[in-house]
């Protein structure tokens, strides 16, 4: 396309997983419960603690004091999204009663963007993780709004045995496949300081009193750490060594949390069975600019532009539920739905890069255009294919499709204009294809 705007580096990277806001859905809350008569029924948390993210739901009952001539227990389920990076409580939900349809959505739609599957966790260990990542603890700075509902996770404080952090840990992290997934979980961990997560990965989590570890409590004796500021891993490219079967090279695109872009060249031995990194250097580091990071990270979409006749009660309710796994964020001229894969397997690839787990991303317009993208000709194909059988009773149909050598869906959502046909003409020098 002539005349294409060049793209920053946030252009590359708006499909990231958007910030998540705390949501107090599902039935309404009784009134004059008393915290004294929960009893724990089950537990679940997500195997993606080398990612950075831990989704988990508990389930609870508990006897309405309100309604005390009724013998039936009350269930009480909560939804946490913990964030291991930032260390604090992201996003909180709850629903009281049986199991509805807004519990479901919001289970389905949390864990679906993790890309992890559920493991069991006891409530000694739901209260350890609630508690690691709360600020009751000194280990973050805040709770999210809605945490009155569940302080009774966060006393008294819950401490573990080193066997049973062991245990706990293992099942969370889910596991290690392969050295390149070894590798780039180690500089994710690393890149964002996460000492629990790079005390996992060297398979040294030692704590200072094994017998009683406490959620604020961080591992002692680690390795070299590779990066003294917090930082994304956006992108990383690993070697293998020919004459070392045990080491490998990485190159690491990073930002760090003051804004500066850095390329950081390591050094990594693993070792077999399990798969860990036993020594980790950082071999060389510079400096590059957005402009710089921005030609590394960019990457074609292949867009469609689907277009609805008209809007119906139909659409909504077929829209609605073919979107109801996905993340959504609200912008200026629309909404944007992103489909993740269920897995996490790019974090297994030779280059990995932090939106490898995008499968489709639809943004429904104001102008009942709907804009749908992919990162290959063959996922942007089945992405438009799902979203026409979906609303097969509507009145939809293809207008064009575009092949497009650099990110453009992320101006367009924040461009202002609502008709990508227009925002097509604004942002090429002579209106033309």
């Not at 008569?37 to 609870?60: C, K, P, Q, S």
Request: aromatic fraction near 14%.
């Amino acid at each position: 396309m002539p005349g294409f705007y060049r793209p920053g580096i946030q252009e590359v990277l708006i499909l990231m997983k958007p910030e998540l806001s705390v949501l107090t859905g599902g039935r309404k809350r009784p009134a004059n419960r008393s915290i004294k008569n929960y009893r724990y029924v089950a537990g679940f948390a997500t195997d993606t603690r080398l990612m950075g993210v831990i989704g988990m739901e508990l389930t609870w009952t508990f006897f309405d004091q309100v309604n005390s001539s009724e013998n039936e227990p009350v269930l009480f389920r909560q939804i946490f999204y913990l964030d291991c990076e930032d260390r604090f409580i992201d996003t909180y939900y709850e629903s009281y009663g049986p199991d509805d349809a807004a519990l479901r959505k919001e289970r389905n739609r949390l864990v679906a963007s993790l890309g992890g599957s559920f493991v069991p966790v006891s409530e000694k260990e739901a209260r350890f993780l609630i508690q690691s990542y709360s600020g009751i603890t000194g280990s973050s700075i805040r709770l999210p709004e809605g945490g009155s509902s569940y302080t009774f996770l966060l006393f008294p404080e819950q401490t573990l045995t080193q066997s049973e952090y062991d245990a706990l840990a293992s099942r969370i992290c889910g596991e290690i496949a392969t050295p390149y997934f070894a590798v780039n979980y180690y500089l994710m961990r690393c890149a964002s300081l996460d000492e629990r997560g790079i005390a996992y990965m060297q398979g040294s989590v030692r704590f200072p009193d094994p017998d009683r570890i406490h959620p604020s409590d961080q591992p002692i004796s680690l390795q070299d750490r590779l990066f003294d500021k917090s930082a994304t891993l956006y992108q990383n490219t690993i070697r293998h060594s020919h004459e070392n079967a045990d080491l490998y090279q990485s190159e690491a695109l990073t930002e760090r949390s003051d804004g500066a872009y850095f390329i950081t060249n390591c050094s990594l031995t693993i070792s077999d069975k399990p798969l860990l990194v036993s020594h980790a250097e950082a071999v060389s580091e510079f400096r590059i600019t957005d402009i710089e990071a921005a030609m590394i990270l960019k990457h074609p979409e292949f867009i469609s532009i689907c277009v609805l006749s008209a809007e119906d009660a139909y659409f909504r309710s077929s829209f609605s539920s073919f979107t109801a796994y996905f993340t959504e964020t609200a912008y200026e001229s629309g909404r944007l739905y992103v489909k993740y894969r269920n897995h996490n397997g790019h974090a297994g690839n030779r280059v990995f890069r932090l939106n490898d787990d995008v499968e489709a991303a639809y943004f429904l317009t104001d102008t009942l255009q709907i804009i749908v993208m992919g990162y290959t000709s063959e996922e942007a194909s089945l992405a438009e294919f799902n979203l026409i059988a979906a609303l097969l009773h509507c009145d939809i149909y293809t207008e064009n499709r575009y092949e497009f050598p650099e990110p453009v869906l992320y101006e367009f959502m924040n461009s202002g204009i609502d008709d990508f046909n227009e925002f097509l003409d604004f942002i090429t020098d002579d209106g033309e294809d």
